[in-house]
């Protein structure tokens, strides 16, 4: 290194020292209070909220230039909407020079969020464009929180999720200063968030991991792994909130689930065992969560084999006619409306359940759930169980937009598909209205032997089939 080059290099660092002096020699000499002020203000402008900060700020220079905060508390017009026990704001050190706090990176501990969706595009976490005249910019090279919980609660559906010691590291945030218009393509992020559990009424999800990549708004959620039901579920959605109407699509599966931990959410009385397999892709758009629901589209499918219902022996209940008065099909078909579809319908239905029967068990030998979605109405195209007697299908919709039953129908169906025996439920969700089971061909002797025998072959009459899909007559 020649003499010239060396002189330049400790030029450059005893500047840099002097710097450094400086701003430590300003930070020991400001009033602690007046600096939490700043902070406040400048921290409350970023984020367009209020901020108070509790006790007196701290500063360290390793790692690197920051301020440690205890004690958060961030509201909106009065409304606490988080708080943070700490928080480690990395700053741009020479910004202190000039007066002013540049934060870079931001790193929360055990902080709590509660989101509110007031109406259509308004949050009590920013106000409108209306009222403020648009947001501040806001980047930062990372963004960490640790031991968080967060509740979401959209008003108007009453829809609410909790997630519950969360893990968030996102090594990009940024957002450009403007109307929600010119700012809405801005968003951008890069991490991952982990959840012990995200839970929304009777479905929970636990160990959640989820990759997170975000450009110009459009953000991929990868799901790498969490259990459900007892199951490991995979997924990917991704989410475009670059317009003022949002699109969302949505692919999952989840493998190997245990469907007596899912029927107790519909049956508690219930003992179901067994594994089930389901598939799901659909995609909808909107601002609102009725207008998602109404314009939902795609498919779901579950598959099994080998289930047992504990406590009731269909075969035998359905081997005699005045069995069939004293129980509803539609209880029988609750394992039909399995899945997030039966989630929604049965919240309405108190299903009797079928603990209330002979006694025994019922051994489901094959089973197929497949429906279509389209317009926020879930048809059924192949529903229908077999056990070792008998074969049970169901036909109709649900309609998410209206939360109504569409004629749905479970009907015990004979070889040919024709049903013998069926029951429909019609009406909302909330108060649905179950017709009793109709016997459709009167003929003497055990049910069991019509359904194997046939319509045609008891009443010499052709009949429209009410089942054509995959699941075989025993």
Known sequence: MTRPVRMAVLVAASLAALSVTAVLVMWLVFDTDRVRAQLETGLGHALGMDVRIGQPPGFTLFPGASVMLADLEVSRRG??????ESARVRIALFSLLAGAVRP???HLQRPTFSIERLSPGVFNVYPTDAQTGGFNG?????????DARLSYLDQSSGLAWQFEQCDLDLRTFHRATGEMDQTRGTLANDGKLQCESLSQERLTISQLSVDILGNNS???LDVVSGEVFEGQISAQMQVDLSSDSPEFRLRSTLSRFEIGAFMTMLAPSQATTGMMDLEL???ARGSTWQDIRGSAAGTLSMTAAELVLVGYDLDVELDSYAATQRFNLIDVGAVFLAGPFGLVASRGYAFSGLLEGSGGSTRIVQMVSKWRVEDGVAQARDVAF???????????????SEYRFRNLQVAVIDRDGCAIVEQVITGSFQQPEVKRPNVLVAAAGPLLNLIKRGMRAISNKDCKPFYTGSISPP
């Open 281 to 283: 892709d659909l995609t």
């Open 138 to 146: 806001l980047s930062l090279r990372r963004v960490r929180m640790s």
């Open 104 to 106: 870079l990176e931001l």
């Open 386 to 400: 077999r056990t070792p007697e008998n074969r049970l299908a169901l036909v109709g919709g649900l309609d998410f």
């Open 218 to 220: 459009v953000f991929d």
């Open 79 to 84: 409304q606490v909407v988080a708080t943070a």
